[in-house]
């Protein structure tokens, strides 16, 4: 039990905040041992909040609370600073250290408004459509009954007589079909107008032409 | 429920509090106790505007130090503790009393929301639910011993006591105004804090068998 009064007073002064710093961690450590000074810091607390307040809270109240509260606090455990700490710093690091990191690929600016998969999604699908209109018009408009196409059916027979022929130069390679050739022969009109008659100049460069054409 | 304003008092004493959480957070409970001694009574009378019920006022208070202490590795000590803790307390209250609003057969007499908008509103008018007299007793006595003891006082002992714990002034502006150095200010605060606990003491000890 230590009595003196300078003690009491780094107490009072710890109690506003007010003590060096160099008075601070052993005026702390005899407070957390001391029940003498433990009772005083009670009191000056006490003394303030009568003094703001006017009104006073019951003693033994107060001494059932914190009996209450160190029973609550004991089953409570708290994480350690330091892991929160580098946590938290690690949190706040990655967003703009995005480049350093190998693997993470980086999100593009423009993400957030253009969704590319659906672009090439629509795109695929604008082309199935222009290319099955192409065809309809053009029968259409020629006046003449739509004729049906003749599907030869291959055979297993036929597809073995038949030999394939494989481009070979520096263009990707393309397993030919000569009937496939013949139809497309057969059908030329048809290939390299729109709907309107006029060249459409990047449907020619979607078919492989063979020597026929 | 409107929000309660931003605490007045400015316990400007941030310095110890900080040095209490980092402590605590380092896992000493004793330093989180003492923290909360020194902010159980304000705490308290805050959630006590609004809640009447005095028990339920302790269990809310109790639930705003568990929560604070489990937060407190977040408390970056950029703000005041009190303000920090002060927010904690708001939201508790609020979540507690929004939980009592669902069972209607305590609705009207736990909880009032009339405090917020009554200026005229005062602890000390409002008397509160389930408190025996003896502990109301007990309070008033203590504060009556209080006010006794600093009236009893030297004028310049009780205007530096005065200046700190009301105004909420630093030592270093008691001193400007009192016109005296810095340690005279703090040696008159503490020996009219102890005047004043030599009568307040015994009372307390008295009211309690155990140690706070």
């Known amino acids: ?213 | 429920m409107t929000e309660q304003p931003f605490p007045t008092e400015p316990p400007k004493d941030s310095d110890s509090d900080a040095l209490l959480v980092q402590r605590a957070v380092a896992g000493d409970q004793h330093a989180y106790g003492l923290l909360v001694v020194k902010y159980q009574r304000r705490i308290q009378r805050l959630i006590g505007r609004m809640v009447r019920d005095v028990d339920l006022v302790e269990d809310i208070a109790q639930e705003t130090f568990i929560r604070a202490y489990r937060a407190l590795h977040q408390f970056r000590g950029d703000a005041q503790f009190y303000t920090w803790l002060y927010r904690i307390a708001i939201n508790t209250a609020k979540k507690f009393l929004g939980d009592l609003q669902r069972d209607r057969t305590v609705f009207g007499t736990d909880f009032k929301l009339d405090s917020e908008k009554d200026e005229t509103y005062s602890p000390r008018n409002e008397p509160t639910t389930l408190e025996t007299p003896e502990s109301v007793l007990a309070a008033k006595e203590i504060a009556a011993a209080v006010n006794a003891a600093l009236a009893a006082l030297p004028e310049d002992l009780r205007q530096a006591l005065t200046l700190r714990e009301i105004e909420g002034l630093n030592y270093e502006e008691i001193a400007d105004m009192m016109n005296c150095p810095i340690g005279t200010v703090r040696s008159r605060i503490f020996r009219a804090r102890e005047a004043v606990s030599a009568k307040v003491k015994p009372m307390l000890e008295k009211q309690t068998d155990k140690r706070w």
């Open chain 1, 1 to 213: 039990m230590n009595l003196l009064p300078e003690n009491f007073e780094r107490l009072s002064a710890l109690t506003d905040g007010q003590l060096p710093e160099d008075e601070e961690v052993q005026t702390l450590d005899w407070l957390a041992h001391d029940e003498d000074a433990q009772s005083s810091w009670n009191t000056y607390h006490l003394l303030g909040e009568v003094m703001r307040s006017g009104v006073a809270t019951c003693p033994d109240r107060d001494a059932a609370f914190m009996q209450r509260m160190n029973a609550a606090l004991a089953k409570e455990s708290i994480q350690p600073l330091q892991i929160d700490a580098i946590k938290n710093e690690a949190i706040q690091a990655r967003p703009q250290d995005f480049s350093a990191i190998k693997g993470i690929k980086t999100p593009a600016a423009n993400d957030a408004f253009i969704h590319w998969r659906w672009v090439g999604g629509l795109a695929a699908l604008l082309a199935v459509v222009v290319v099955s209109w192409q065809g309809l018009s053009a029968g259409l408009d020629q006046g003449a009954a739509p004729q049906l196409a003749q599907v030869i059916v291959p055979t297993r027979q036929s597809v073995a007589a038949l030999p394939l022929v494989v481009a070979r130069d520096e263009t990707p390679v393309m397993i030919r079909d000569p009937q496939l050739d013949a139809f497309l022969s057969a059908h030329k009109q048809f290939g390299g107008t729109s709907a309107f008659q006029k060249p459409s100049g990047f449907l020619s460069n979607a078919v492989f032409e063979g020597d026929a054409r």
